[in-house]
Structures are given as structure tokens and as C-alpha cells.
């Protein structure tokens, strides 16, 4: 060959080389961006950006007024000794204080707050004093705590129409004693059952919150997924998922249930100290809460070696398809347990197939596996507060009734969709102790025999997979749903 052509040769193939060598110089370095990182820093996809302010003064202005609308009230009087609902009415985001709202008068809103004394920060911490009660909090006058009782009388004048919250008892006794101390005609209702069917509808700013909880609640479990293996334990998995929680500016709104192997089927397990096994089902029951207070409440059921056991498989198949199901009936122009109802006969259907319910007109062979009803409220609370048109606190009469279907559900609640079965370890034998007052003796030894061999296989399997939904116009929108839920997901994500 030529020197001229060779050497030409030699540049063009050069060139590429260093092409070569850039583009895959780019590769690695885009690579490395999204799996790497420093020691204490998490890669950008587990951190959330909040999208909305800790506190609108607006927000809770708007929200006091709908509220008084509602009322016939002289006056309402509330204190932080009722928790949520004081939060809900003021924001206020401190242990100690008491609202008082004069429809009509010249100051209508006052808060009597934690006065900021030197030693009060000193040992308790900053607080936001008179003067944050009146300029961060909205308040048109701020007084110390102390100066309740004193002013109390004064406030109460000439007042009719008292609202008090029935879990306020200082408030209440307060009251009570100015009244018969002055002679004072008037009438102490209750403020709970009107702020509670205020809560239950949730407002733009609200939604907001629930969502950033939920994202954030979100990356726990996808940072989960990737970091959980055989050897780990419990605790350390809750500390895993608290550290995204924490990482985001959030805490745990309510203590995290991290149930491996057998502790999968204990319903509120909050000990979290067993060690993950190869073949175990790892559930995690968790939620973040935002700044504003407001919490998600997010189950997965996992893998702890990366895939299902044909057993786990099939458990973990129905209740989805009953999750699945049940979601296309939260929506408006449905009644709040109709979702229930149907993922309840899809559970029991899928359980007769297997031969663990011989006899599904029996209410107690059902209720040996559906524990618990698969919706309830979000917000400040994990359980809110706010009516479902059934008695919540008798399991036993709603959770197998198809007749008790509940209030109508309406756009902007925000509730759970949370399906589950769960196969604890010697719950067979304890069936007498269950249902001796519903069934005789032999019935329920029939049962435990026919049952008992299939029972077996899958006794220490415990599913639950809940998901967080916003009820809109046109449906609803599932705030949870990029936490991986199938199979498929699941294991794609652990691989
Ligand atoms: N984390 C409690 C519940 O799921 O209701
Ligand atoms: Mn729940
Ligand atoms: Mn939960």
C-alpha cells in the first residue's frame, strides 16, 4: 500500500477509535449517573420534591368558613387536646393551643398559643409564639395559653350557640363551670360530627399532600424491592424504608408493619425483629406523612429471594385480581363498600376452588379468612375520621353483608383499596375457640379435616397488597400505583 493511502487509512480508522472510545466514555458516565452515587447519597430517583407548602394560611381560612357555613354556631371552641381536628380547623402545628372563632365579631378568629419564653425554647424547642399565631397562622389576635380561663367568661357573653368537640375535656369542663357559674342560658353542641364530614371530602390542597406522602411512600418500596435480601432483618428493612421517608422531609405516619415468613399473617405486627429467610414472603405495611400531616397507607407483599413459590404465587394472584376488581368499583355512583362486597366473593370464590371453603353459604367458614374490610379513609389520620353510613366498630355484621353497602362515594375522598388473606400458622386449631358459639363440634372438625392438607401448604402465607385511591369525576386515580404490584413487577424490580 501507498505511505499517502496508509497513512489516510490510519487517521480514518483512528477516528473512529476515539469515537468509538467518547460514546462509550458518554455510556459509562450515563450509567454511573443513575446507579451510582457517594457514600450517604441516595440516588435521585428515591428523592421527591415537595409540590405544595407545609401551610396556606388561605387554605385553612377557606376551610374555617365552609366549616362555620355549616353551623349555626355563636361561638366554637377547640383545642389541640382534639388532635386532627384541630389541626384540620387551624394548622397550628404545636402540641399545646386552643382556637376560638366569633362568627361576626370584630376579631373572629383568636388562638391562645405557647407564649415563646426564653426557657420554653430553650428546653421544648422553637415555637411559633403570639407573634407566628398571628402572622404565620392567620389568627387576628393571639393570647398565652394561661389566658384562657380569665378570658373566657368575657368570650362566652351573651353566646347561644356553643360548639365544643366531644374529646376536649378541659374545654368542655371550662365551659361548663363559666355557665353555672354566671347563670348563663345556652346550649354546648357537638363541633366533631360536622368537622368529621368536612375531613371526609378532600379539599385541592389536601390531595396534594396525599400525594407527596404517597410518592414518597412509593420510592420506600421500590428502593425496597432493590435493596431487601435473606439475612436482613425486619427492623432493618422498616430502618431502609424510614430513610427514604426521612430523606424526603417525612416521618412514618403510623408505625411501619414489616411482617416476614409467619409474621406476614399477623394483621398489626409492629415488633419487626425476625430475620428474613430464603422462601419467605416479606409484607410491608407502611406510610409516609407529609409536612402537613397527612399520611399514606401502602402495603406490598414481597419475595424475600426475588420470586414467588407457586404457593405464595397463587395466593398473591387472587388477592390481586380481587384488588384489581374492587378498584373499578370506587368511583362515584357506587356505595362505599360495594368494593368490598366484590373482592370479598372473588377472595371466597377463589378459596372454594382450592378447597378451603367447602361450604360458602357458611358465614364462618368465609369469615375464617376475611378479616377485615378493604377500604377505609386517608388523611391526617391513617384511619380518618368521617362517617362510612355502616357501624365500623361491628365487623361481624358488615364484613360478609352484601345488603350494608354504605354511603355513596363521592370525588375527593381518598381511601384504601387493600385486600387480603392471610394463613396463619395454628389459626386451624384455634377454630373452636373462633366459631364455638356458631357451629357444633363435629362441624367444625369436618371442617378442619377437609380443609386441613390444602390449609397446610400454604399455612404461614400472609398477602395483603394495598394501594391508596382518589376518588375524581371520572373514576379515580390510584396515588400507589408505581410501587411494582404483579408478579411480573415485583420480580422485574428484584432481579
Ligand atoms: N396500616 C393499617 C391499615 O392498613 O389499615
Ligand atoms: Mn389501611
Ligand atoms: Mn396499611
Known amino acids: 500500500m501507498p505511505k499517502v493511502n496508509k497513512l489516510k487509512t490510519y487517521v480514518v480508522v483512528s477516528r473512529i477509535l476515539v469515537m468509538i472510545m467518547v460514546i462509550a ?10 446507579t451510582t452515587c457517594e457514600p450517604g447519597e441516595l ?46 380547623l387551624t394548622g397550628f402545628p404545636e402540641r399545646r393551643g386552643i382556637a376560638v372563632i366569633i362568627p361576626g365579631h370584630e376579631k373572629e378568629y383568636l388562638l391562645f398559643v405557647t407564649p415563646r419564653e426564653i426557657y420554653t425554647v430553650m428546653w421544648t424547642g422553637e415555637v411559633y409564639g403570639l407573634e407566628g399565631a398571628v402572622e404565620k397562622y392567620g389568627a387576628e389576635a393571639a393570647h398565652g395559653m394561661d389566658d384562657f380561663n380569665e378570658m373566657l367568661p368575657g368570650l362566652l357573653k351573651g353566646k347561644k350557640n356553643i360548639y365544643l368537640h366531644g374529646d376536649d375535656n378541659r374545654i368542655t369542663d371550662a365551659v361548663e363551670n363559666v355557665l353555672i357559674e354566671t347563670g348563663q342560658q345556652a346550649e354546648i353542641r357537638e363541633l366533631a360530627t360536622v368537622l368529621h364530614e368536612h375531613r ?74 425476625r430475620i428474613l429467610e430464603d422462601g419467605d414472603l416479606l409484607l410491608m405495611d407502611v406510610g409516609a406523612a407529609s409536612r402537613g400531616g397527612y399520611t399514606a397507607d401502602v402495603t406490598r407483599t414481597i419475595p424475600v429471594n426475588g420470586r414467588f413459590s407457586p404457593e405464595q404465587r397463587k395466593i398473591y394472584e387472587l388477592v390481586l385480581k380481587a384488588s384489581d376488581e374492587a378498584l373499578k368499583k370506587m368511583k362515584p355512583g357506587h356505595q362505599m363498600l360495594d368494593c368490598h362486597h366484590l373482592a370479598t366473593e372473588i377472595l371466597v370464590e377463589g378459596l372454594y376452588d382450592m378447597g378451603l371453603v367447602p361450604d360458602t353459604s357458611s358465614w364462618w367458614q368465609k369469615r375464617f379468612y376475611i ?47 387493600e385486600p387480603g388473606l392471610y394463613f396463619m400458622v395454628g389459626l386451624l386449631d384455634g377454630i373452636h375457640e373462633m366459631f364455638g358459639h356458631l357451629a357444633t363440634e363435629e362441624e367444625l372438625n369436618a371442617f378442619v379435616e377437609t380443609v386441613r392438607p390444602v390449609y397446610e401448604k400454604y399455612e404461614g402465607i400472609g398477602v395483603r397488597i394495598e394501594d391508596n385511591i382518589l376518588i375524581t369525576e371520572e373514576g379515580n386515580m390510584n396515588l400507589s400505583r408505581y410501587a411494582p404490584r404483579t408478579v411480573e413487577e415485583i420480580e422485574a424490580a428484584m432481579r
Open 371 to 417: 378479616q377485615h374490610r378493604i377500604n377505609h379513609y386517608i388523611g391526617l389520620q391513617v384511619h380518618d375520621a368521617g362517617d362510612y353510613g355502616f357501624d365500623t366498630d361491628n365487623r361481624n355484621e358488615h364484613i360478609l353483608t352484601p345488603a350494608i353497602r354504605g354511603r355513596e362515594i363521592k370525588t375527593g375522598m381518598v381511601m384504601t383499596n
Open 25 to 34: 466514555a458518554i455510556f459509562i458516565l450515563f450509567t454511573m449517573r443513575k
Open 43 to 88: 440516588p435521585e430517583k428515591y428523592i421527591h420534591e415537595p409540590t405544595v407548602t407545609r401551610f396556606d394560611p388561605g387554605v385553612f381560612e377557606q376551610r374555617r368558613k365552609d366549616i362555620l357555613a355549616s353551623l349555626d354556631a355563636d361561638i366554637v371552641i377547640l383545642s389541640a387536646g382534639a388532635r386532627h381536628d384541630f389541626r384540620y
Open 200 to 273: 371526609v371530602i378532600k379539599d385541592d390542597w389536601e390531595i396534594a399532600h396525599l400525594k407527596d406522602a404517597a410518592e414518597v411512600t412509593v420510592k420506600a418500596h421500590q428502593y425496597v424491592l432493590q435493596t431487601v435480601q435473606p439475612g436482613l432483618a425486619e427492623y432493618e428493612v422498616q430502618a431502609s424504608i424510614e430513610y427514604i421517608f426521612r430523606r424526603n422531609g417525612m416521618a412514618p405516619g403510623f408505625s411501619s408493619i414489616i411482617g416476614s415468613g409467619p409474621n406476614s399473617c399477623l394483621l398489626h405486627h409492629t415488633s419487626n425483629d
